[in-house]
């Protein structure tokens, strides 16, 4: 997520409160991907980020939806990794044509 860490004040108390007070790896990694989705998500709305906002919330519905198909989360990791990877290939082209 782009900006300062004024601008993602949800995910610095899912970070300090949530994800290091609760234990950590102890989380689970589904939950600690869930916790990490939110808090970006409403650091995204809180600051009117609109289009940010519905790229996470699709990419995270895909991930859901792949893990239902599989009935196992890791292929619902990689595509989520693949989403990712192809935004930033996206924002990279975007800057090298300007």
Known sequence: MEGSWHTRKVMASV???????????GVGVR???????????LDHLTSGNLGSLGDVLI???KALEAAMADQNWQSASH?????????????LTK???K
Do not use: D, F, H, Y
């Open 79 to 91: 595509l989520e990794l693949k989403l990712r990877m192809l935004k930033l290939k996206a924002a």
């Open 31 to 41: 939950n600690q991907r869930e916790a990490i989705t939110l808090g970006v998500c």
């Open 15 to 25: 970070n300090q409160v949530m994800l290091n007070s609760s234990g950590g790896p």
């Open 59 to 61: 990419q995270r519905l």
């Open 95 to 97: 800057t090298k044509s």
